[in-house]
Structure formats: C-alpha cells, structure tokens
C-alpha cells in the first residue's frame, strides 16, 4: 500500500488494488458476490454491509492510492458516504461550518436531518476563509467545502481551511467530485476527510451510482462504526464496474481536462457568449489559487448566453451535446441551473447567488473539441435564426 504511492498514476489505477484471481490466473479481478464467509477468514466476519468483502476490501486500496490517504471506504452513493461521514463525526449540541455553495442533496440533507437530532449548522456568505473563522463557535467540530464549486467553480482556499481547521482542533471535510483525484489531492493539502460522488468521474461512463470516502485509518474506522448501521455499502456487482471504471480514471480525466480548457477558451472568444467561469482562464478571478492547489482545472465549466439566446432553446437545439441533470461522463452534456438544480429558488435568490437565467454549465467529455464547437455554432445559429 506505502509502495503504491511511488507509482504512477495509470499504473496505480490499473493495478492498485487488484484482487488476484489464484484459481484461473484470470487477467481481472473475479467479483465475489458471496454475502456469507468462514469465521476464520479474517477478524471481523466478511459481509456486505461490514463493508470488508473481497472486492470492497480491495477497491479501497486504490481509492486511497489515488487519494493519497491511508485508507478508503466506498458506499452506494455520494450522498451514502457524506452522510456517513457527518453523522460519524457529529452528535447532538455540535456546530459544523458548511461552504454556502454546495451540491444541492448536500444542502438538502443539512437543512432537512440535522435539526431533527439538534446539530448546529451556519453557511458562510462566500468561500472566503474569513467567512469561515468568522463563524467559529466553541462547539464548532467541522469545516466542510467544495471546490471547485457547483455552477459558477468558484475556488476556497483548501490549505488555508485545513491549517485554520486544525489552530482550532476542528475536523476537515471537502467534496472533491469536481475535481476527482486527477486533478486535486486534498489530502497533501492536509485535509482530514476526502468525500466523492462516485457516480461522476470514478465510475465515469453515466452507468453506476456510488460514492467513496478516502482518509486515514483512524478516521475511516470511525466513519466504518456509524455506516454499518446506516447500510449505505455498494453492492459487489457496482463494486466490481467501478474497479473496471477507475482503471481508466487518469485517461479519461485528464483528456476531458484538455478538451475543457480548449472549450472554455474558444468560449470567451465567441460573441455570443457573456461570460465564461473556468478557473483555468486567467480571466476567473481564482485563477491563481486553482494553480496552486490542483494538478489540472478540471472539466466543468459555465457560460453564459448573450440575452436574446434562450438558454433551454439552444441546448434542444445541439445534437451531440446532451442536455442532462448529471455529470462527468465521458458524452459531454449542459444543464440550465435556473431551470434544474436552483428551480426553487427565486429569480432574485439566483440573481444573487450569480445565477442567471442563460447561465448553461458544461460537462466536457471527451469527444475532440471541433465537434463540440461545431455543435455549439450549429445550436447557436440556429436558435438566433
Ligand atoms: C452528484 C454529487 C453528489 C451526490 O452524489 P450521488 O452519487 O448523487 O449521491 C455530491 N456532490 C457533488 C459535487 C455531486 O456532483
């Protein structure tokens, strides 16, 4: 596992992990979908919900490996693994500090379970560290962001979180599905609990739902006590594709990366766009931080449309690109967050969380990125026509 560091990055996402077929010598790892095992196997009884069958087991390695920590856990779902985490770690009287701008099933969750069990919660005003240790209460026992940010990828300060977290004895933990472990190690920026939807660029191919948790042995052995008795474990089956998935992790990202940033380059320079919110464009006003704390941008990015091109006409309007709710595929596809993930709010609520009504966000997948130009130039003239 130590060794697994000094690998390379494919190398570690190929072979990391593997589960050793003995019997066949098989070149993949075979899926052991038993749900019962001999007592004398290992310490603790092998069982789904305990998290420790052969494939969970394994797949954890690479996890870790990918994240830098010492150890890992995976769930049925992003939201499966950050409710794990918030309820491991919080009790009834505790204050937790949450970035205002978070996925909103994150949000949901806070608002909707944490009152019912008396855990104190407050949402700072931007993502500016001051915001953050303006709110510290002596019972606050987390510091909880997301970087880059969902629609507008705005950037927090991850070292900064993590050395204000740790002057005053709080926990760290930050969703890095954006990012995905290609591009930010949050963990080398001394960060406690690394959560991800698994669902997005791990699994990668818009065909699993899962979550994952990567963090030191100390912590994921607290998390692992709370989640089997919530029983959010991935099933051995999904296990299994999300190994296959993460094989190619680096190959995938790292080219929607490229096509991300030849995208939102070519965005800031057509006329029919406003705005484009990349933090690989000197343009974002957190471009300089971006560089210092991620491996690569990332390949979510926002635009906005020039008033007059209506934002749900032009995505009908493309042909390759697929207007869809989800992310991080390897199809690249648009949502509308005023008409999707921020409906509810009202266009004075979205106005000023910088949300307009043209506001299109991008998933870039990876297609070569004339295509998707031509798509968007198609679209566009055809919606002004
Ligand atoms: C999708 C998503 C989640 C939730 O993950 P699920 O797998 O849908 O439960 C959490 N955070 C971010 C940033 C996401 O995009």
């Known amino acids: 596992m130590n060794n697994s560091k000094k690998l390379g990055i494919n190398t570690s996402c190929v072979h990391v992990g593997e589960v050793k077929d003995e019997q066949f010598k098989g070149a993949v790892s075979p899926m052991y979908m038993s749900t019962s095992y001999a007592f004398d196997d290992v310490a603790i009884k092998r069982y789904p919900r305990y998290f420790n069958t052969p494939n969970q087991e394994m797949l954890c390695k690479k996890i870790a490996a990918l994240e830098h920590t010492e150890d890992g856990l995976i769930f049925s779902s992003g939201m499966a693994a950050i409710s794990a985490a918030m309820f491991a770690f919080l009790k009834t009287g505790d204050h937790v500090i949450i970035q205002q701008v978070i996925y909103g099933g994150t949000y949901n969750f806070i608002v909707s379970e944490f009152d019912k069990y008396g855990i104190e919660y407050s949402f700072t005003e931007s993502d500016k560290v001051a915001d953050f240790k303006a709110l510290i209460k002596d019972n606050t026992k987390i510091l909880y962001i997301e970087t880059p940010s969902n629609p507008l990828l705005g950037i927090t300060d991850i070292a900064a979180i993590s050395s204000l977290a740790k002057a005053h004895g709080m926990l760290t933990m930050i969703d890095n599905t954006f990012a995905s472990p290609i591009n930010q190690n949050p963990a080398d920026l001394g960060i406690d609990i690394i959560l991800h939807s698994a669902t997005k660029y791990m699994g990668g191919h818009s065909d699993i739902s899962a979550g994952a948790i990567a963090a030191s042995k100390k912590h994921i052995e607290q998390i692992w006590k709370t989640a089997i008795n919530f029983g959010g474990n991935l ?151």
């Open 235 to 385: 099933s051995d089956q999904t296990v299994w594709l999300l190994e296959r998935s993460l094989k190619t992790l680096n190959l995938r990202v790292k080219e929607q990366t490229k096509n991300a940033q030849e995208m939102a380059t070519y965005l800031e320079g057509n006329e029919n766009i406003d705005r484009v919110y990349y933090p690989g464009l000197k343009s974002h006003p957190q471009y300089e931080l971006a560089k210092k704390q991620m491996k690569g941008f990332g390949a979510m990015l926002s635009f906005e449309l020039k008033e007059g091109i209506d934002a749900m006409e032009f995505q009908n309007a493309l042909q390759l690109i697929k207007p869809s709710m989800s992310l991080a595929g390897l199809e690249s596809t648009t949502v509308s967050p005023a008409q999707t993930t921020h409906a509810l709010l009202s266009e004075k609520q979205r106005l000023e969380r910088g949300i307009k009504d043209g506001l299109i966000r991008f998933s870039v997948g990876i297609e070569e990125a004339e295509d998707l130009i031509a798509d968007i130039e198609q679209a566009i003239e055809k919606v002004k026509s």
